[in-house]
């Protein structure tokens, strides 16, 4: 059933990329991280086996393989008789979440500071320029994509690859944490992530690693003071 030929034809470009041959129930795993990440589902969505299966043009047993994988890890939630769920994130996970990022990321960020080139940093700056051009069209339903995009090239030129796929781990749940957040001023949150980015690169330009960590976790800091606030008015609620 399962071909990577067909596959790569027959389904659209971003599946193909996660559907490799040499691993079929990682693949699947991986390409279902990915949809949570593009906000298919959100907090308390059920996701269909047989429905992922007809997409992929692979077998139920497989999803559910993969699934199972993902419930280890915290990704989804298996109910008694009642299929897999995209978890509803606790408050206690936000924070163990938040400051396993913070360590990983500051950790990347010093590595990635000693392998650094104009190149990349001309690639993050262009990065941020594009989460900025869709701030300013007003495209906050997926600003978070494009502002996001500065951690992963950062977690992808680390040079540690167990830095970079633990990053990849925890990154579904920081898809979920943007979901909690019920930012009402989108234009001011952008603007405010935007300016934090660009202190990043000045620092990066700059040759200061020190500084650099010190305006990622800043940046990554303010994101847990939000969830934080909300967190603390859903329970007085």
């Not at 593009?38 to 077998?59: T, Y």
């Not at 001011?188 to 660009?198: T, V, Y």
Request: negative net charge; aromatic residues 8%.
């Amino acid at each position: 059933m399962y071909n990577a030929i067909h596959i790569s034809k027959e389904t659209e470009t971003h599946k193909a990329e996660y559907l490799k041959p040499n691993n079929l129930v990682v693949s699947i795993e991986h390409y279902i991280v990915e949809q949570i990440k593009k906000n298919r589902w959100k907090q308390g969505d059920r996701l269909e086996e047989l429905l992922i299966a007809k997409e992929l043009n692979v077998s139920r047993n497989s999803v559910r393989d993969a699934m199972s994988r993902l419930t280890a890890l915290w990704a989804l939630e298996k109910r008694h008789w009642g299929g897999y769920y995209i978890p509803v994130i606790s408050r206690e996970q936000a924070e163990v979440t938040l400051q396993m990022r913070i360590t990983l990321e500051k950790y990347a960020m010093e590595l990635f500071m000693a392998r650094i080139t104009p190149q990349l940093i001309d690639e993050i700056e262009k990065s941020v320029d594009q989460s900025e051009l869709v701030a300013t069209n007003g495209d906050y339903a997926i600003f978070y994509k494009y502002d996001y995009e500065i951690h992963n090239i950062i977690k992808n030129n680390c040079g540690n690859p167990w830095v970079a796929h633990f990053l990849d781990q925890i990154g579904y749940v920081i898809v979920l944490l943007q979901q909690i957040e019920l930012i009402e001023d989108w234009a001011s949150f952008a603007k405010n992530s935007i300016n934090e980015h660009r202190k990043i690169i000045s620092a990066m330009k700059q040759g200061d690693a020190e500084q650099a960590v010190v305006h990622l976790v800043e940046h990554i800091e303010h994101q847990r003071l939000r969830l934080q606030k909300i967190f603390s008015e859903n329970q007085e609620s």
